[in-house]
């Protein structure tokens, strides 16, 4: 980033600071929002995306992810949008109950507004109200540079895909799934769309052994991120869940995500600014 877009991007965050909230750590009302888990193994910015196909198909059972970045505005994968996306549900942990990790009721919200940019693999969507934080619903930290930086590239990411490559089942509740940043030439081997995507903007991941469930489909718009002395990071979005032989898991091979760099944040604060922008 050159002195002038980072003198640009500076000033563009110092007069978002209050609006866009949990991007200011240095103020402590704040800082103590973003990031902070109160159940184990349960991240509360992680939304689930209830999405309904554009053709008749009934009993379809068809879901995507997001993360929540503040009390107004979720960022999850664009390929969401090609199904009927009306609204989110916040602080969901268990879909067969429909409740918090703490057994209380999830948040319903519709979605106002769909922003986006035809060179991002993300979206961001305008909730129609705001959400009121709680135990079980926080927005994520992004990526400012006072975060320190994963360790050993060691990543976290979630959601309520299917459990396997059977593509019977979904999963229920949260997942929680260890893994770590791969090298980039990994994901471009697996099909031509991965290799004409700008090096810059993706991440690549790889789970761990020993993970109770898997990446698979359905875990579309699931955050890539890391834990920084206790504050949850975001890192990417995951945006391509299906293996190089198109089974809806990518258990032995890396999956592909779109990572959070300092443009795509002056784009997410730009457009906080101006929702009217590139409405689809």
Known sequence: MNVF?????????????????NLNSDIPSIKNVCGQQV???????????????????????????????????????????????????????????????????VLNVKVANRISNESYEIVLLKLAEDVEYTDEIKPICLPFGKYKK???NEVHTSGWGLVDDTGHKDVDIMKNIRATVADNEECKLRGAAINSVNDNNVICVKQKEGNKDNLCSGDEG????????????????????????????TINEPARGFKITDDILKWIIENINDPQTNII
């Open 5 to 21: 877009n980072l003198l640009l991007f500076g000033f563009v965050y110092s007069i978002n600071a209050v609006k866009f909230n």
């Open 150 to 152: 994963a360790k050993l």
């Open 39 to 105: 159940c184990e193994n349960v991240f509360p910015w992680l939304v689930f995306i209830p999405l309904e196909s554009r053709v008749y198909n009934p009993g379809a059972n068809i879901r995507c992810a997001g993360v929540l970045i503040n009390e107004r505005y979720v960022l999850t994968d664009r390929a969401c949008l090609q199904f009927v996306l009306t609204n989110v549900q916040i602080g969901l942990y268990d879909t067969s109950k429909n409740v918090t990790c703490k057994g209380n009721p």
């Open 222 to 249: 699931s955050p890539i991120m890391y834990n920084s002395d206790g504050y949850w990071v975001l890192e990417g979005i995951l945006t391509w869940l299906f293996s190089s032989e198109y089974k809806p898991c």
